[in-house]
Nanobody
């Protein structure tokens, strides 16, 4: 079992920054971490992922160059640094853990555990 707890969401003006955190517990922090988001009336969409083995990162085109995913293995915590925020980034953001090594990292169903979500609102 893995427990994930997000924090760091809030209200920010367009062009601003936020850093989301995802604290993990329950087993060794040796798995892929992903961030997804879901806006009202829309499906959950992939934002970014960090592969534990090798440290490779992936981003959705919509956030590439603005968002950075990272992790602190000593703290069992993943982060999503979000810069140059836009109103269209407004959504509930979820972190997720993928225990397997062969899942499709941009597919929500490939992830095994999810956090409760944190709201990010970007005003224009």
């Amino acid at each position: 079992q893995v427990q994930l707890v997000e924090s760091g969401g809030g209200l920010v003006q367009a062009g601003g920054s936020l850093r989301l955190s995802c604290a993990a517990s329950g087993r060794a922090f040796t798995y892929t971490m992903g961030w997804f988001r879901q806006a009202p009336g829309k499906e959950r969409e992939f934002v970014a992922a960090h592969i534990w083995r090798g440290g490779i990162t992936y981003y959705a085109d919509s956030v590439k160059g603005r968002f950075t995913i990272s992790r602190d293995n000593a703290k069992s915590t993943a982060y999503l640094q979000m810069n140059s925020l836009k109103p269209e980034d407004t959504a509930v953001y979820y972190c997720a853990a993928m225990l397997g090594q062969n899942g499709e990292i941009s597919y929500a169903r490939a992830y095994d555990y999810w956090g409760q979500g944190t709201q990010v609102t970007v005003s224009s």
